[in-house]
């Protein structure tokens, strides 16, 4: 199972930099996605990173601001969040899984880490 790490309180423009760290080996062809979540939304897909050629995804709203990266060798990627704005205030959580044609994991085919809080606010 995923283990996120790396949420806090930061003040608008801040930066934070989240990791998910995996355990267990994890096959060549997955990718291990960034999501986040406020209680009332929908999930949504923040970022994504494929472990054999490194094909990326971000959403629109993070594109300029967010950059992820992993370290295959220890089985961990990053999320580097900078300009945060109160609006990515949320819940990230780590996905591991099959990599789909976005370059994330399938969801419903992921494992899941517990979650991350990330709160902007002055």
């Known amino acids: 199972q995923p283990v996120e790490s790396g949420g806090g309180l930061v003040q608008p423009g801040g930066s934070l930099n989240l990791s998910c760290s995996v355990s267990e080996a994890i096959p060549s062809y997955y990718a291990i996605g960034w999501y986040r979540h406020v209680p009332g939304k929908e999930r949504e897909g923040v970022s994504c990173?494929?472990?054999?050629?490194?094909?990326?995804y971000y959403a629109p709203s993070v594109r300029s601001r967010f950059a992820i990266s992993k370290d295959t060798a220890n089985r961990t990627a990053f999320l580097q969040m900078n300009s945060l704005t109160p609006e990515d205030t949320s819940i990230y959580y780590c996905?591991?899984?099959?990599?789909?044609?976005?370059?994330?994991?399938?969801?419903?085919?992921?494992?899941w880490g517990q979650g991350t809080q990330v709160t902007v606010s002055v």
């Open positions: 996905a591991v899984g099959i990599s789909g044609a976005t370059n994330c994991p399938y969801p419903s085919m992921a494992r």
């Open positions: 990173i494929t472990l054999d050629e490194g094909a990326t």
